[in-house]
């Protein structure tokens, strides 16, 4: 069980688009289309942004997309605000488990 | 509204047990998987384990497995976490998530607030 692999870190100016990676293999991402992609803030619980790969639950804006291509999947996050600045998270099921990435932290320049 | 509440964690000396509780109110709890997931300080997410509506589908993370036991009560609506033979990488805020489906995929919609589990000498 090794962890998706995202970016360490992005960055990008408000109003601008900025899109994270999230790599696995055949075996997670490539093989199911259940991808979710979480936010978190400091000191705050996750909150999901994206589930299935590109649905987005109720009161989340549609700012926040997602897709899949492969065995990897991807977040992108267009018009950019400051309150976007947190961390980031995908994970992806796996035959009878669950594997996060080691998150992206995303700063608004 | 939906609230999951964890419970039972503190600081044990490795080696030891401890159990983690999740209550969880404001939907059909049997409706749906439930998971663990924890966060070292600083650290990322890391899933723990999961488990289906039923208790019929378990999985967990190669690095509990044989150590953790997870369980539910669905006339409780009651969710938890056997910890044995407990380590110092064990030590993490443990949090408790409601899955979107009936059985363990992912990490959904709604997550406590975590409770802390400090495991040192």
């Known amino acids: 069980q090794s962890a998706l692999t995202q970016p360490a870190s992005v960055s990008g100016s408000p109003g601008q688009s900025i899109t994270i990676s999230c790599t696995g293999t055949s075996s997670d991402i490539g093989g199911y289309n259940y991808v979710s992609w979480y936010q978190q803030h400091p000191g705050k619980a996750p909150k999901l942004m994206i589930y299935d790969v590109s649905n987005r639950p109720s009161g989340v804006s549609n700012r926040f997309s997602g897709s899949k291509s492969g065995n990897t999947a991807s977040l992108t996050i267009s018009g950019l605000q400051t309150e976007d600045e947190a961390d980031y998270y995908c994970s992806s099921y796996t035959s009878s488990s669950t594997l996060f990435g080691g998150g992206t932290k995303l700063t608004v320049l | 509204e939906v609230q999951l509440v964890e419970s039972g964690g503190g600081l044990v000396q490795p080696g030891r047990s401890l159990r983690l509780s999740c209550a969880a109110s404001g939907f059909i709890f049997d409706d749906y998987a439930m998971h663990w997931v924890r966060q070292a300080p600083g650290k990322g997410l890391e899933w723990v384990s999961g488990i289906g509506w039923n208790s019929g589908d378990i999985g967990y993370a190669d690095s509990v497995k044989g150590r953790f036991t997870i369980s539910r009560d669905n006339a409780r609506n009651s969710l938890y976490l056997q910890m044995n033979s407990l380590r110092v990488e064990d030590t993490a805020l443990y949090y408790c998530?409601?899955?979107?489906?009936?059985?363990?995929?992912?990490?959904?919609?709604?997550w406590g607030q975590g409770t802390l589990v400090t495991v040192s000498s």
């Open positions: 998530a409601k899955d979107m489906m009936v059985a363990p995929i992912n990490p959904g919609d709604s």
